[in-house]
């Protein structure tokens, strides 16, 4: 069942910004301060990725396979390709925080 795009799209981003703001709180409640929290979400994005994608196959496949999950999502607009891509951004949160694990290390 195709919805219309405007609700799509804005279940889409608020779906998007609850998964989000979960892994916000996980890191505020690890972290000392608000802006540790904050620095935390946007290493593990940024700097967690390309870490992980050059160091380890295993995290440059989880990007590959949450980008194909997050693309199809965005491309079919059907009711179950909105599970699909939350399920892509999950993982490529995930693979920012593994990124993040092996500089750690």
């Known amino acids: 069942m195709r919805m219309g795009n405007k609700l ?20 505020l409640a690890k972290s000392p301060s608000l802006m540790d929290a904050v620095t935390a979400v946007l290493l593990a994005v940024t700097l967690g990725i390309s870490i992980g994608a050059a160091a380890i196959p295993g995290v440059l496949a989880c990007i590959v396979a949450s980008s194909c999950l997050m693309g199809y999502g965005l491309v079919v607009r059907r009711r ?26």
Do not use: D, Q
């Not at 799509?8 to 890191?27: A, D, N, Q, T």
């Not at 909105?82 to 092996?102: P, R, T, V």
């Open 8 to 27: 799509y799209y804005k279940r889409l981003v608020g779906g998007s910004l609850v998964i989000l703001g979960m892994f916000f709180l996980w890191f």
């Open 80 to 105: 179950y390709a909105l599970s699909l891509f939350w399920g892509g951004f999950a993982l490529f949160i995930l693979a920012g925080m593994m990124g993040i694990g092996i500089h750690s290390y």
